[in-house]
């Protein structure tokens, strides 16, 4: 019999899981069933206790993230070694990472890596912080009278700095933007949009720990919103949104307690 830890003629497929927003139920159930028959998980940070518990006792699991990015302090290098490894012994190996793995989630350099070393992969997809936060603050993100595009934007850039490659005037004339790792530059982002055009009472709204306990949604317009979030308190994991789209939130919060009283 050939022992699991010698090379195998046939390597083992690497799966790249989303988790979902945050609540252990907004998985797939292809997830769940990948994750819970997996030999080896691979995880960030953000994923939640109750998924972790998933895992098979007998499987070997390994965090390569860091609390409050998604994205891992883990050097890419080492988990691309990782997923490698353990697959060409012949596992099943999921890399759970939380959203989708291709939403601001190096799911597609994980994907490159394995396909240039021959080595099986599929990627399964999961709902991305900004489906999973608009929804759960009752955000319709493309509502017909909230305009007709929604761009997913990283924040994760000093937008100072020649790193950020954002097109702030292309990004002001869109109807809804939703940005993620954003929190730490909120300040300058929300000035970056303003000055290129973008009118300072454009709703915006901050969601924190999305679908999770703790969750949190701050409503302002695009002037006040990173004061209002600083004043809250707010931390990572955040998401911002600005947009037509937040106005709505309003507007279903209002219908949704008229239908509860008269209820
Ligand atoms: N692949 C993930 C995104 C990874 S980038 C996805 O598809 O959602 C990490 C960023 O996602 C965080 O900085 C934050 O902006 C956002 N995020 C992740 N989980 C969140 C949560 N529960 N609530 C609010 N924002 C969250």
Same mark, same amino acid.
């Given at each position: 019999? &050939? ?31 990948? &994750? ?65 793995? +291709? ?60 790193? +950020? ?99």
């Amino acid at each position: 019999m &050939l022992s699991r830890l010698e090379p195998s003629a046939r390597p083992g497929t690497v799966y790249l899981v989303g988790a979902g927003p945050g609540s252990a139920d907004l998985i797939t159930v292809r997830g769940l069933k990948l &994750l819970q028959s997996a030999d080896v998980v691979a995880h960030d940070a953000l994923i939640h206790a109750e998924l972790l518990a998933e895992i098979s006792p007998a499987a070997e699991r390994v965090f390569v993230g860091k609390r409050g990015y998604c994205v891992g302090s883990t050097r890419q290098e080492t988990i691309h070694e990782l997923l490698a490894r353990h697959a060409r012994e012949g596992r099943s190996v999921v890399r759970l990472k939380c959203g989708d793995p +291709c939403v601001f989630g190096r799911g597609g350099e994980e994907a490159e890596y394995l396909a240039e070393q021959g080595i099986p992969f599929e990627i399964v997809p999961g709902v991305t912080t900004a489906l999973g936060a608009c929804a759960a603050a009752n955000i319709p993100l493309t509502h017909r009278e909230a305009g007709q595009v929604v761009a997913f934007v990283t924040g994760h850039f000093d937008p100072d700095s020649a790193e +950020c490659k954002l097109d702030w005037a292309a990004l002001a004339g869109l109807s809804n933007l939703v940005i993620y790792m954003g929190l730490r530059h909120v300040e300058r982002i929300t000035a970056k949009l303003a000055a290129a055009g973008m009118p300072g009472d454009t709703p915006a709204a901050v969601i924190e720990n999305a679908t999770l306990p703790g969750m949190r949604t701050i409503d302002g317009e695009l002037a006040t919103i990173a004061g209002l979030a600083r004043a809250a308190g707010v931390q990572a994991p955040a998401i911002i949104v600005i947009g037509p789209a937040v106005r709505f939130r309003d507007r279903l919060l209002q219908l949704a307690e008229l239908a509860h009283t008269s209820n």
